[in-house]
């Protein structure tokens, strides 16, 4: 597991699970201090003024950092299957980690019980239906920027989809397979996600 900064993945559903996905490719220069297993990787001059200027910040103070050892280790979790973004101002973006990446603040890690049905739990956090539900659990900020705490999350309501019947599950797998090499705002993600929206919406009302 490696640590990466997840911006792309505003852009899309799934991380994949090839190193030589097109996310994964990038010139750009990534810095990124993990602390981890009781080693300390300070040795560069800059890095060392970095860490310098967050003790004189009082950023080692901090309550989850003052906690840590070093303070300014990352926290250490295992992979989430699904990420959350923490802030959005069109509706909470849910990404499924099959990239198995560790990730930051940027995003919530969720770890659903080992026997869910991963594609079939996703399949329905990615529909405006879904946004709907959790939307009342929302932090409102100004500029119509919204905000997801993970105790906010953990009291939304879910669709229970053991209880989804099994035709009705195959229809939304369908279209749930189809998204996997699609990005989030193209027609036809769009198109796909408003047909899985639509079974769902079919499936409560009923």
């Known amino acids: 597991p490696f640590a990466f900064m997840l911006g792309v993945a505003l852009l899309i559903l799934f991380l994949p699970e090839s190193p030589k996905a097109k996310w994964y ?7 990124l ?3 981890s297993e009781g080693k300390q990787y ?6 060392n003024k970095y860490v310098s200027r967050g003790i004189s910040a009082g950023s080692h103070l901090r309550y989850l950092t ?22 959005s101002r069109s509706g909470i973006r849910w990404v499924r980690n099959l990239a198995q990446v560790s990730h930051l603040t940027a995003f919530h890690g969720f770890y ?16 405006p239906i879904a946004n709907q539900i959790f939307s009342p659990n ?16 953990n009291k939304s309501l879910v669709v229970n989809i053991d209880l989804i019947p099994v035709n009705i599950q195959e229809q939304i797998l369908k279209n749930y397979s189809a998204l996997k090499t699609s990005r989030h705002g193209d027609p036809q993600t769009q198109e796909r996600i408003q047909q899985i929206n639509g079974i769902f919406e079919n499936y409560l009302v009923n």
Do not use: S
């Not at 490719?25 to 810095?31: S, V």
């Not at 300070?42 to 890095?47: G, K, Q, R």
């Not at 929302?138 to 906010?152: A, C, V």
């Open 66 to 87: 003052r906690n840590r050892v070093p303070w300014y280790r990352l926290e250490r979790k295992p992979p989430a299957p699904l990420l959350a973004t923490t802030f």
């Open 33 to 35: 201090n993990e602390a």
């Open 25 to 31: 490719q990038t010139d750009a220069q990534t810095l």
């Open 112 to 127: 659903p019980n080992p026997e869910t049905d991963l594609n079939l739990l996703h399949a329905y956090l990615i529909t």
């Open 42 to 47: 300070i040795d560069a001059e800059e890095v």
């Open 138 to 153: 929302q932090r409102e900020y100004g500029n119509g920027l919204h905000k997801f705490e993970p105790n906010d999350l």
